[in-house]
């Protein structure tokens, strides 16, 4: 199939193992900053095939996960509010809050519906004049474009019953944030290839500059993957650091300018809460005054809350990229895909959930 | 059907609309089926000595109707292909029929039709069945519960528990090609294309097999959970250790860009026409010769082979040439797909 199976077929997947085979590594670390990245390097058995040759570190980079139990208590207590339909992403409804989740919010009888598209909630919205319909706005850089074209659509239409909870977040802040940190000691980043399609190379360039560690945007399958380990590798070999495009098929150097536009006019950046991480500044995205009645915190009163994790739970530790989930002592036993008790479980992107269901740890 | 082209609560009643009903609708498209029309309580049947199977399914599927099939068609094909995946040749089976209030007759005539169809290619009786009608909002439109009777040769010993060492994994065809032809029509999802659902029944495919050889140890039809359900299912009744190379299994374009834009896995897609079955070595080749002479087994090749004993779990040789576990697919992916 065009742009599938050239990307898995053998031959070349099996000649670029062999390169970085051939490669002298000092075992380097780089991480994938991206859940779907995560998931295609398990699946294919990317891991494996490199074991003890590149450390590959999973990042911060579903949303689901990074999702606070603050916020999640937030999306339940807006189900509460009177005459409300809760809309959602079909992954959220499962991520646990601290004493409930939307799914046994939604057998408790609230107005819960998970929506494959944003359009779907503003239609809801049209079609439903009485209720309030709030849209659970989770997602990076590539989801927040759909969200802003719904919010600007909800103002075109002189819409008054159509709310978005935003929780939207964005990547570059959140990897600076890591290194920040301190605790994990980065040797390459594997950025995004659907984020990069909508933001392009530049909001990475801080990172390869002020950090020297050089990025690479790589695609989604086997071969972009190994291809972009590859380009980490020769700048390890003393190449200057920089940002360079492996998944150029999608992504150019002016990412979309379009979708930029869209969010900018809509959004401006705030401070917000990642799970496992805490507040990262300026990494969060809020409605800008001319939307701000279409901010759900700003019509009615939802309480803040407090940020609460599972006990025994290392979500935060994994996001952060210094824990495996193997290290877990609840993976695979108490917390399993079935009954998650942390959100990297929960997402079918998550960590844990990928090395569950893709990964070879004993169970 | 003269006052009315609904199916009524009244149809359902034991009345006279009931016999109308079956005396309309259902009768004069079984009009080969003798035994269906004495309409008596139990129907009489007859067998020869030996084994015999047994085996019954429920039909929800939605839509009713989908490219390359419907719930009748499905209904018969199910039961059929149950009863030939443990080597039974299917003889008489059952259908009952709920319908939800305000059903079209017109409707059920087209699945009745489709039955009928099915029921002629593969040489099985229906014998008996039962008609009931709920209140509208009790059930979506029509499900139908079949149960069918085969009968096995003495020779045949053909159980999920009876994988060997050694032995070969022949796919049959494609798969998912009907979970995504029916996911194609769902609300939300629908996508364009030309792909058709597998649905057929596999009898006749099974017949040839098992004349050619005598070593087949394992059949199972992938449905729901797909590939990845049957083979860790045979993995765990068997207690064997399953290798599956990733780059041998046949799945359409359709199919692997669907799964792609919808982020699911083609290998926990259910198929149902498709089977695979676990054959001797020294067999296989003849066996998939003798299935590809079939136009059900047309694009049959190895997929993979048991490689030990005592560790039940399946081995997914990956396309890179990495292994990793085969899980099974987890809870609701894709609900009401049979």
Redesign the interface.
Same mark, same amino acid.
């Given at each position: 199939?065009k742009y599938?199976d050239e990307f898995?077929?053998?031959g070349p997947?099996?000649a670029l193992?062999e390169k970085i085979q051939a490669r002298n590594t000092d075992r380097p670390n780089f991480m994938e900053v991206c859940g779907t990245h995560t998931v295609a390097i %398990?699946?294919?058995?990317?891991?494996?095939?490199l074991r003890g040759k590149i450390n590959l570190i999973s990042g911060p980079g579903c949303p689901v996960c990074v999702t606070s139990s603050q916020d999640v208590d937030k999306a339940i207590s807006v189900a509460g509010i009177d005459g409300a339909i809760l809309t959602t992403f079909g992954d959220m409804i499962r991520v646990p809050g601290t004493s409930s989740s939307l799914e046994k919010e939604r057998a408790e009888g609230r107005d819960i519906r998970v929506i494959?598209s944003t359009m779907?909630a503003v239609a809801m919205a049209e079609k439903n004049p009485s209720k309030s319909v709030v849209l659970l706005a989770v997602g990076f850089e590539t989801t927040t474009p759909t969200i802003a074209y719904a919010v600007s659509l909800a103002y075109e239409r002189k819409l008054s019953n159509f709310f978005i909870l935003s929780l939207n977040k964005l990547i570059p802040p959140a990897m600076s944030a890591l290194l920040e940190m301190g605790e994990i000691n980065l040797h390459g980043f594997i950025c995004p290839g659907h984020v990069s399609t909508i933001i392009g190379p530049d909001p990475y360039r801080f990172i390869s500059r002020d950090y020297g560690i050089p990025c690479v945007i790589a695609g989604f399958e086997?071969t972009d993957i %190994?291809q972009a380990i590859l380009m980490l590798l020769s700048h390890q070999e003393g190449a200057e650091s920089r940002v360079m495009i492996q998944y150029k098929r999608s992504v150019t150097e002016n990412g979309n300018p379009a979708a930029l536009g869209l969010v900018d006019e809509v959004f401006e950046r705030n401070d917000a809460r990642w799970r496992g991480i805490g507040i990262i500044p300026e990494s969060g995205l809020k409605l800008r005054e001319k939307y701000k009645k279409y901010d759900v915190e700003d019509r009615f009163d939802i309480p803040q809350g407090t940020d609460h994790e599972p006990s025994d739970c290392i979500c935060g530790r994994i996001l952060r990229g210094i824990s495996q989930p193997g290290d877990c002592k609840l993976f695979g036993k108490r917390c399993h895909?079935?009954h998650p008790i942390g959100p990297c479980m929960v997402s079918?992107e998550g960590t844990c959930a990928a090395h569950?269901?893709?990964?070879?740890e004993e169970r | 059907m003269k006052d009315t082209d609904k199916v009524l609560l009244a149809h359902g009643g034991g009345g006279g609309l009931s016999y109308q009903l079956i005396k309309d609708l259902i009768l004069p498209a079984f009009e080969q089926h003798p035994i269906l029309k004495e309409l008596d309580d139990a129907a009489r049947v007859s067998v020869k000595n030996g084994r015999l199977a047994f085996s019954t399914d429920s039909f929800v599927v939605k839509p009713m109707f989908f490219p390359g099939g419907d719930i009748g068609k499905l209904a018969l094909c199910g039961t059929i292909n149950d009863l030939a995946m443990v080597g039974a040749k299917p003889m008489y089976i059952s259908v009952a029929f709920i319908i939800e209030e305000g059903l079209s007759l017109k409707t059920l005539g087209k699945v009745i039709e489709s039955m009928e169809k099915v029921a002629r290619l593969t040489g099985v009786q229906v014998v008996t069945g039962d008609t009931k009608v709920v209140e509208k909002g009790s059930l979506d439109q029509l499900f139908i519960n079949t149960a069918g009777i085969g009968s096995i040769d003495d020779d045949l010993d053909i159980s999920s528990s009876n994988a060997k060492v050694g032995d070969n994994i022949i796919m049959s065809g494609t798969i998912g090609d009907h979970g995504i032809a029916v996911l194609s029509q769902r609300e939300g999802f629908e996508f364009q294309g030309n792909l058709l659902s597998d649905c057929a029944p596999l009898n006749h495919l099974v017949s040839r097999m098992t004349e050619k050889t005598k070593n087949i140890h394992v059949l199972r039809d992938p449905t729901r959970g797909g590939v990845a359900s049957a083979l860790n299912e045979i993995a765990l009744q068997s207690g064997v250790e399953i290798l599956l190379k990733e780059a041998k299994i046949p799945i359409k374009e359709e199919v692997r860009a669907a799964c792609e834009m919808l982020g699911l896995d083609p290998l926990h897609i259910p198929s149902e026409g498709r089977l695979v079955a676990f054959v001797s070595e020294e067999d296989a080749g003849s066996v998939i010769e003798t299935m590809r002479e079939d136009p059900l087994g047309k694009d049959a090749s190895i997929v993979g082979q048991v490689v030990s004993q005592g560790n039940s779990r399946v081995l997914l040789e990956t396309i890179i040439g990495a292994k990793r576990i085969l899980t099974l697919p987890k809870g609701e992916l894709l609900p009401r797909i049979c």
């Open positions: 199939m599938l898995r077929a053998r997947a099996e193992i %398990l699946k294919s058995g990317i891991k494996e095939r494959y779907d086997a %190994l895909p079935d079918s569950y269901f893709y990964g070879r | -």
